[in-house]
């Protein structure tokens, strides 16, 4: 069974930073893109950051650029997004996602189609 479990969500006040894991498992995910994805109430799911996996071309939404960081070693099964300077438009559940990207990857949900976690919540408020 391939699985992906998100971690390290939780409460942080604006101006923290919180860094969110993805572990991987029934699948070898050196073969695979990365991505982060997150939905707020009432909003569709959007795309956060990825990164291929042989290119290593990596993409930010807008809103995030400057401050998140995708990061991945090829060696284990966990990926990762760090995300510093907080605010409380990052709220959201964050899911990870893997799939076949392997020159360059895309920040469209639809286009992730083979594994997605079931997601953590992140809430940023003072």
């Known amino acids: 069974q391939s699985d992906l479990v998100e971690s390290g969500g939780g409460l942080v006040q604006p101006g923290g930073s919180l860094r969110l894991s993805c572990k991987t498992s029934g699948f070898d995910l050196i073969y695979y893109g990365v991505g982060w994805f997150r939905q707020a109430p009432g909003q569709e799911r959007q795309g956060v950051s990825c990164?291929?996996?042989?290119?290593?071309?990596?993409h930010y939404a807008d809103s995030v650029r400057g401050r998140f960081t995708i990061m991945r070693d090829g060696n284990t099964d966990t990926f990762y997004l760090q995300m510093n300077n907080v605010q409380p438009e990052d709220t959201g559940i964050y899911y990870c996602?893997?799939?076949?990207?392997?020159?360059?990857?895309?920040?469209?949900?639809?286009?992730?189609?083979?594994?997605w976690g079931l997601g953590t919540q992140v809430t940023v408020s003072s």
């Open positions: 990164i291929s996996n042989v290119a290593r071309r990596t």
């Open positions: 996602a893997a799939d076949r990207k392997m020159y360059d990857c895309t920040l469209e949900a639809a286009g992730w189609n083979e594994y």
